[in-house]
């Protein structure tokens, strides 16, 4: 089946820092999500991309759907603490219905003050 | 509007109880989704309903789960009996059929621990 490739699986950065997480399909997507997920909560959608190419900016956070429809990447840009979370990506390929949203393992995101 | 409410929030029971989990969506999204988070394998979709109907359940693991959604504003997901590798969380997630808007409204989650 469809699968995406999320990196890094964590990371642990200083406050201040910037940060960039990607992700990777084996096959075209014609949407890219970027979900946030805090600590005993859900998911929330942070930016939702819908072009090859589209770049989006969510105040710090900028995300681009990859040219080749396979790939998207997320930047933090001046990490704070409350960034803390895991961040997936989420993908739905060309044709595919609703219900085949595909979701990566997740970015384990850390931010020392 | 109070988002997508589900519940409990945290259910701890023994294995070969029966559990039910409740989910209320967002007024007005036609679909709903159930997922079950783990450490192991991230999150994983079980089945959805748009409009009501079941359309996908091919990721419900086992016949011991079971889904319903009875009206627009309430579903189920029933594990019968369980067992300690049921423990997860759960999520309900809806969205609205809107061409080209396919972000989901997650809610909180129930976390299930069976003994």
């Known amino acids: 089946g469809q699968q995406l490739n999320q990196s890094p699986q964590s990371m642990f950065i200083q406050e201040g820092e910037d940060v960039s997480m990607n992700c990777t399909s084996s096959s075209i997507f014609n949407t890219w999500l970027w979900y946030k997920q805090d600590p005993g909560e859900g998911p929330v959608l942070l930016i939702a991309l819908y072009k090859a190419g589209e770049l989006t900016s969510n105040g710090r956070l900028t995300a681009q759907f990859g040219i080749t429809r396979k790939d998207s990447f997320l930047n933090i840009s001046a990490s704070i603490p409350s960034d803390v979370g895991i961040y997936f990506c989420a993908g739905q390929s060309l044709g595919g219905s609703q219900g085949n949203l595909i979701f990566g393992k997740g970015t384990k995101l850390s931010v020392k003050p | 509007d109070a988002g997508v409410i589900q519940s409990p929030r945290h259910e701890v029971t023994e294995m070969g109880q029966e559990v039910t989990l409740r989910c209320k969506p967002i007024s007005g999204h036609d679909y709903l989704f159930w997922y079950r988070q783990t450490m192991m394998r991230g999150l994983e979709l079980l089945i959805y309903?748009?409009?009501?109907?079941?359309?996908?359940d091919s990721g419900m693991p086992e016949d011991r789960f079971s889904a319903k959604m009875p009206n627009a504003s309430f579903s189920t997901l029933k594990i019968q009996p369980s067992e300690p590798r049921d423990s997860a969380v759960y999520f309900c997630a809806s969205s609205l059929n809107y061409q080209g808007n396919y972000g989901y409204t997650f809610g909180s989650g129930t976390r299930l621990t069976v003994v």
């Open positions: 309903f748009n409009n009501n109907v079941p359309i996908d």
